[in-house]
């Protein structure tokens, strides 16, 4: 890459940066330290502004650099993405936004331990969320890498660790300083620059081929080198039965694993009321829709203008797509339209990456201080040092998240996060709709239900073709693999709901007839809800 397109990117980068710092401050010295306003911004957000900030939390660097490239590689077969991730929010509109608004206060334990006893299920929850927290920061600091080695020519190793860095110290201090109401508004302002970047690549690219969609398809196909197998379904999922199954088990994890992602879970407590909160995501479902229709062009797109070959050459995760199909859409290398496009293309998908790490971040720091924090010291931990403790925790995760992202940086980041929905879906979904839906359900099938999920799909993802076995594994030099499938879905969310199950019938404490009752009624009326 050019020089031009270095200063320039790295001068979007840093306005944006300024720009949330500054927002980042000015909400520090406005805020008075409460637990509320550090975990759900006072409640004060309205559903527009909610439904915004849901979508730049849930646009991330997977949806803007990963699907495009997963698309770009496999095409049809990496639409699966798009669909799932959209299909999702249907399950969360129908079966979780409201009700978890109803019945909990910061976080998912909230919901599940207002019926339960509440150490032990607080306590299995908290460690849930904070490992899908960190599986899903993991895919956002690959995508941070990716994008500053292409800015620097892909060349500088030390470039990418010194940008997963960076981002992993910026999260840190916008979580700590600002809490939710800072996040939120740098998620909004990510969601709309997002959106315009977004819509104006998908002008440009129905341009280029005079708005006929079917020349664009047929150009992909020509120009990835799969022909026609390129639009049909099985050029990445259809080689065997292993790689069927393995379709099968992404589309559970995607279609069912945000509406147990704590970060999204968190968003419906910032409305004053549970109809905001459906209101929010009705906002939520129209641009996230819109967004994920764009992507399809954006991949298809990259295909057809860059070429499969010079994608995976770029990157053989494919997560560069995008900007390099900036790149020739604005007049190729060299040319000032194309630096122009490249640059404001590569800090929108930066901006992205700073402002999703930002939600994750201030869920999982709420889970260890609200729910793991306050279990172990019970009743004697006050509101103002929960509060200390979540700042520190973010600092705490923010390392951890740093150094899987050094280890996982040659992973699609698409791919990464589905393993994150994959252990949302085993862990916190099964517990969270056998609380809601469930007059029988106990403590110990609570718990079960959590770590029968969560041991299982960490596991499974251990002895997985992901981490050894082959050449795009995390540690190529050995072979541990013993499952065959690269998401655990299939296997793992149903044991979260038989160990659920299994608890429930097993367990000696008879269910608490009064306190569902009292959980069902908050939850379908709204009435005794904080």
Known sequence: MSGNHQTLALLLFSAFIAVTLGITSWVSHNRHGSAEEFYVGG???????NGFAIAGDYMSAASFLGISGLIALFGYDGMLYSVGF??????VLFLVAELVRNCGRFTLADVIASR?????????SGTSSVTVSVLYLVAQMVGAGSLVALLLGGTSEAARSWTVIGVGALMVIYVSLG???????IQIVKAVLLMAGAIVMTVLVLTRFHGDFNQLLNTAAERSGHGKDFLSPGLKYGGNWTARLDFISLGLALVLGTAGLPHILARFYTVPTARAARRSVVWSIGLIGSFYLMTIVLGFGAAAVVGTDEVRKSSAAGNTAVPLLALNLGGGAGSTGGTVLFAVVAAVAFATILAVVAGITLASSASVAHDLYASLRRRHAR????VAVARLAAAGIGV??????????DLNVAFLVGLAFAVAASANLPVLLYSLFWRNFT???AVWSVYGGLIPAMLLVVLSPVVSGGPEALFPGVDFHVFPLQNPGLV???????????GTATSAEPPDAARHAETEVRALTGAGAV
């Open 43 to 49: 409640r004060l957000f309205s559903p527009m502004e």
């Open 86 to 91: 959209l299909v999702a929010w249907l399950v």
């Open 116 to 124: 339960m006893r509440e150490r032990p299920v607080r306590i299995a």
């Open 179 to 185: 809490g939710m109401r800072a996040t939120t508004w």
């Open 383 to 386: 509101q103002r040092s929960e």
């Open 400 to 409: 951890a998240a740093i150094a899987l992202g050094l280890l996982a940086r």
């Open 443 to 445: 403590t110990r099938g």
């Open 492 to 502: 793992s969310i149903p044991l979260g709901f038989l160990a659920g199950w299994i």
